[in-house]
């Protein structure tokens, strides 16, 4: 009988830098241990799929203000703490650099060619005027919260970042 592989399911609620960094590392480490894996973003999380210089308008006023308060992409994501106005970031980034640790987007390809699946909660998205367009291609899928729970039912490892 052959062995099923293990997988590893993460929710990705958080918008912020370090955060979504700790995702993909554990995300690309797991898949590179031959681990299927799957992420979900939802919520701010959806920050690190939205295409760069592309900001999402959406319909009626309060969603415009949302986005317009709501601003990043995976090149543009302040940090949990100690953000100190973009400067946080900006010096966490030069520490990766210095360290040769790949950029948020870099582990969004690199995950990608491992075979990490991305899906993007598509309530979070009506709710937050997120359409497709908005989102990068990388994006596997657009489902809701049903689609991730019959992923982590399946899954060994479920992780709420």
């Known amino acids: 009988m052959e ?10 609620f958080s918008g912020t830098l370090d955060r979504a ?4 590392i554990i995300a690309t480490s797991a898949a590179a241990m031959g681990m299927d894996v799957t ?6 999380g959806l920050n690190v799929l939205k295409r760069h210089g592309q900001q999402p308008k959406g319909k009626g006023w309060m ?18 703490r ?4 973009g400067l946080g970031p900006w010096m966490m980034g030069r520490l990766m650099r210095e360290q040769r640790m790949q950029s ?17 909660c598509t309530t979070s998205c009506g709710l937050m005027g997120i ?9 596997d899928l657009f489902a809701g919260a049903a689609t991730y729970l019959g992923e982590a039912s399946k899954a060994q490892v479920n992780l709420f970042i």
């Open 82 to 85: 100690f953000d100190f106005a």
């Open 21 to 24: 960094l700790a995702a993909f």
């Open 3 to 12: 062995e099923q592989r293990k997988k590893v399911t993460i929710v990705l």
């Open 63 to 80: 969603r415009r203000m949302l986005n317009w308060m709501n601003r990043g992409t995976a090149r543009q994501l302040p940090l949990s």
């Open 39 to 44: 992420i979900f973003f939802t919520f701010w």
């Open 131 to 139: 359409e497709q367009g908005n989102v990068i291609p990388e994006a």
């Open 104 to 120: 948020l987007p870099e582990m969004i390809v690199q995950a990608k060619s491992l075979g990490v699946k991305f899906i993007v």
